[in-house]
């Protein structure tokens, strides 16, 4: 076998959220440093808004200095002079309330897990069906399942296959728990990281590379043997796939990673095609 177990990688997808504490951190210092100047300085006449510039500046120059993802930068530049703007506008607080939740309520994966809402394409649907076989009903889960698109194409062309959806993201899960709810396909809330992967033959992920070192600790604890890890785009640090089937599409997808658990198979020979 061709992949072996990492040497304890690091638990860098544990539900502590470093990148966006860091940010707070970033705002929290250049409201300390605004302030400061705001009490030491004599009496002067800029506008807030001419503030919350200075602020922005600050805090996005200490996300550069601090090495936070490059998208902090924008969002922190941007975030003191949006809010003084939009308090201007007199906004309802209730629009305020779902301006917070909604974030949440879709990119809940981004901030606990650095894990973006993006979707499988045809390419790598097709190449995913590739794996499973219509013979006998091969069981496959989707982590992070997203809207559930990639399962409504997968029951469409293998309709004896056992599909699962986990998905954390509130408002996402329950788009794909309507969408779903038809086509015997169970779509579990909650977070991947508390799903067993045991039972699956195939157990699908797109999710980042943030996310994979644990994935496949996880996976090599849990998975049987024969059984099939599939990753769109990311791989394991280390771990050299099986195969790496190259996606053909204009979207940001690369591959599809595909490792197959090590060990015995057994009797019937796995229930996945070669
Ligand atoms: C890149 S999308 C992939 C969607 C779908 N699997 C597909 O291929 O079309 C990743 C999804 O994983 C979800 N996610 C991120 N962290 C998660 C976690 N800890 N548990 C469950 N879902 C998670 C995100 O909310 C997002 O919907």
Same mark, same amino acid.
């Given at each position: 076998?061709?992949?072996? /177990?990492?040497?304890?990688?690091?638990?860098?997808?544990?539900?502590?959220?470093?990148?966006?504490?860091?940010?707070?951190?970033?705002?929290?210092?250049?409201?300390?440093?605004?302030?400061?100047? &705001?009490?030491?300085?004599?009496?002067? @006449?800029?506008?807030?808004?001419?503030? %919350?510039?200075?602020?922005?500046?600050?805090?996005?120059?200490?996300?550069?200095?601090? =090495?936070?993802?490059?998208?902090?930068?924008?969002? #922190? &530049?941007?975030?003191?002079?949006?809010?003084?703007?939009?308090?201007?506008?007199?906004?309802?607080?209730?629009?305020?309330?779902?301006?917070?939740?909604?974030?949440?309520?879709?990119?809940?994966?981004?901030?606990? *897990?650095?894990?973006?809402?993006?979707?499988? *394409?045809? !390419?790598?649907?097709?190449?995913?069906?590739?794996?499973?076989?219509?013979?006998? !009903?091969?069981?496959?889960? @989707? #982590?992070?399942?997203?809207?559930?698109?990639?399962? &409504? =194409?997968?029951? %469409?062309?293998?309709?004896?296959?056992? #599909?699962?959806?986990?998905? $954390?993201?509130?408002?996402?899960?329950?788009?794909?728990? #309507?969408?779903?709810?038809?086509?015997?396909?169970? +779509?579990?809330?909650?977070?991947?990281?508390?799903?067993?992967?045991?039972?699956? @033959?195939?157990?699908?992920?797109?999710?980042?590379?943030?996310?994979?070192?644990?994935?496949?600790? /996880?996976?090599?604890?849990?998975?049987?043997?024969?059984?099939?890890?599939?990753?769109?785009?990311?791989? +394991?640090? *280390?771990?050299?796939?099986?195969?790496?089937? !190259?996606?053909?599409?204009?979207?940001?997808?690369? =591959?599809?990673?595909?490792?197959?658990?090590?060990?015995?198979?057994?009797? $019937?020979?796995?229930? +996945?095609?070669?």
């Amino acid at each position: 076998m061709p992949h072996r /177990k990492p040497p304890s990688p690091p638990s860098v997808a544990e539900p502590a959220a470093p990148p966006l504490r860091k940010a707070l951190l970033c705002l929290l210092g250049a409201t300390v440093m605004v302030g400061t100047l &705001l009490v030491a300085l004599p009496p002067h @006449d800029e506008t807030l808004l001419q503030w %919350a510039w200075l602020h922005g500046a600050l805090a996005a120059s200490l996300a550069w200095a601090t =090495a936070l993802p490059r998208w902090w930068v924008p969002i #922190l &530049l941007l975030f003191a002079p949006a809010a003084v703007l939009a308090l201007s506008l007199e906004v309802p607080p209730l629009a305020w309330l779902a301006a917070g939740l909604l974030p949440w309520l879709v990119f809940r994966g981004v901030i606990r *897990d650095r894990v973006p809402l993006f979707l499988s *394409d045809t !390419p790598a649907t097709r190449h995913l069906l590739d794996l499973i076989t219509d013979e006998h !009903p091969v069981s496959v889960i @989707d #982590l992070g399942c997203g809207t559930g698109g990639l399962l &409504l =194409a997968l029951r %469409a062309e293998r309709p004896i296959a056992r #599909l699962r959806g986990v998905e $954390n993201a509130p408002l996402t899960w329950l788009i794909a728990r #309507l969408r779903l709810a038809n086509a015997a396909i169970d +779509v579990a809330y909650g977070s991947l990281w508390d799903e067993s992967l045991a039972g699956h @033959d195939i157990v699908y992920a797109y999710l980042s590379p943030a996310a994979m070192p644990r994935l496949w600790e /996880k996976a090599a604890r849990e998975m049987r043997p024969g059984s099939l890890l599939v990753s769109n785009s990311f791989a +394991v640090p *280390d771990v050299a796939p099986q195969r790496v089937i !190259p996606l053909d599409g204009s979207g940001m997808a690369t =591959a599809l990673y595909v490792w197959e658990m090590p060990g015995p198979k057994p009797l $019937n020979g796995g229930s +996945v095609p070669a």
